[in-house]
T-cell receptor
């Protein structure tokens, strides 16, 4: 299966710790997206990249959140000084450029803050 | 701000019943519309999409949706559901006139089909 891959699948950490998630998109896709999903809600947009450029960031992405895509392939999402409210499923998606191109989602990383 | 509203949070149907899930959005300009499905234990998958042209779009597994611009709606339908359609369904909107990649999702509808 050459879909979007996310690692780890689950992360449990104590409040105040830093965490980093990785996303490997479908290899031909030049766009990569991060979303956050909490229980009973739909995914909320966080940010997206076209190649290595971060083109859009949501106001949800506080200063504690940073995302990178250094070589235009995989991406990392780091959360510093985690808080209880950061507990969520973090989803990654990728697509070709173009408004008609659908986004393909990974399985997500579930973050639990103790 | 744009928003997407899905009216039904939890729907329970018997097999062979007809399905209609409501979706309304708040953006007045050109929109791209999507329905995604998430089967238990799986990732989000695209069910169907609308960009332009015929407002009645057909997707996978016998699903269809109708874009009604005057009602800002994009309701999902299936004439006869199966047990395997048990899943969570998400409507999503993208602002069509910009180059943004951002999708705005509704809160989702959980569909339970009883055999």
């Amino acid at each position: 299966d050459t879909g979007v891959s996310q690692d780890p699948r689950h992360k449990i950490t104590k409040r105040g710790q830093n965490v980093t998630f990785r996303c490997d998109p479908i290899s031909e896709h030049n766009r990569l997206y991060w979303y956050r999903q909490t229980l009973g809600q739909g995914p909320e947009f966080l940010t997206y990249f076209q190649n290595e450029a971060q083109l859009e960031k949501s106001r949800l992405l506080s200063d504690r959140f940073s995302a990178e895509r250094p070589k235009g392939s995989f991406s990392t999402l780091e959360i510093q000084r985690t808080e209880q409210g950061d507990s969520a499923m973090y989803l990654c998606a990728s697509s070709f450029e173009g408004e008609t191109q659908p986004q393909h989602f990974g399985d997500g990383t579930r973050l639990s803050i103790l | 701000a744009q928003s997407v509203s899905q009216h039904n949070h939890h729907v329970i149907l018997s097999e062979a019943a007809s399905l209609e899930l409501g979706c309304n959005y708040s953006y007045g300009g050109t929109v791209n519309l999507f329905w995604y499905v998430q089967y238990p234990g799986q990732h989000l998958q695209l069910l169907l999409k609308y960009f332009s042209g015929d407002p009645l779009v057909k997707g996978i597994k016998g699903f269809e949706a109708e874009f009604i611009k005057s009602k800002f709606s994009f309701n999902l339908r299936k004439p006869s559901v199966q047990w395997s359609d048990t899943a969570e369904y998400f409507c999503a909107v993208r602002q069509g006139s910009s180059n943004t990649g951002k999708l705005i999702f509704g809160q989702g509808t959980t569909l339970q089909v009883k055999p």
